[in-house]
């Protein structure tokens, strides 16, 4: 899997607060998948998640805007499912969202730009999830075939496809404001689709208020 390896190099090249946008784009694109589980199994609470990622957003583009990090991981954590108390597959991309977001907000806590790559990781396992779960079906007998079946899978490809604009169109943005950040949220608009290809939502990008949120 060259390109994604180059793809996450050529994201560890770009600034701390470029890295974070690209995640904040990606997590975009996973966070309908906890939506969907939510709305399926009763359990969670999706219009936080959407907060969290909205004030995610707040942080990248209002300078000393003060939210308190570690409270809302804590809050992230209660609803965050575990895998072994549900009978159904979408409880594993739900899970991924949950966690991928957990470590955007480590990263910015913690200043720490290694999990914002993290996010960009765990939003390709997703998709390879459901391609090994659909590959059951099929005649595969080493884990070499079951990893080219991954690697060729068109979804695969969009997803690396998508890594690889959103580092292309994130690399000249210095600094990364509300208006860079309303193009990220309009080129998420613009593919239509979740990171497993599911359609988005409407208003699945929330628009940010011109008024800080604040702790």
């Known amino acids: 899997m060259k390109q994604k390896a180059n793809n996450f190099q050529l ?5 701390f607060h470029q890295q ?3 995640a904040a784009a990606l997590l ?3 966070l309908p998948n906890y939506q ?3 709305e399926v199994s009763q359990f969670g609470d999706s219009k936080l998640l959407r907060n969290i990622l909205d004030l995610c957003w707040e942080w990248l583009t209002v300078k000393k805007v003060k939210i308190n990090f570690e409270r809302l991981a804590e809050e992230l954590e209660l609803v965050t499912p575990e895998v072994t108390q549900f009978d159904m597959f979408g409880v594993y991309p739900a899970v991924d969202s949950a966690t991928a977001l957990d470590m955007m907000l480590n990263g910015i806590s913690q200043q ?3 999990e914002f790559i993290n996010v960009a990781k765990i939003s390709q396992a997703t998709v390879a999830r459901l391609i090994e779960y659909e590959a059951e079906e099929l005649a595969i007998t080493t884990e070499a075939e079951l990893k080219k079946v991954v690697r060729d899978h068109p979804l695969m490809q ?3 496809d998508c890594l690889a604009e959103l580092i292309a169109l994130v690399k000249p943005m210095h600094p990364v404001g509300r208006e860079q950040m309303q193009q990220l ?3 998420v608009r613009e593919q239509g689709l979740t990171n497993l290809a599911m359609e988005l939502p409407l208003h699945s990008t929330a628009a940010v208020s011109e008024t800080p949120i604040t702790e």
């Open 11 to 15: 994201m560890r090249e770009l600034s």
């Open 20 to 22: 974070a946008a690209i």
């Open 28 to 30: 975009e694109r996973m």
């Open 36 to 38: 969907l589980f939510a």
């Open 112 to 114: 720490d730009a290694a």
């Open 158 to 160: 969009y997803e690396m």
């Open 185 to 187: 949220k309009a080129w």
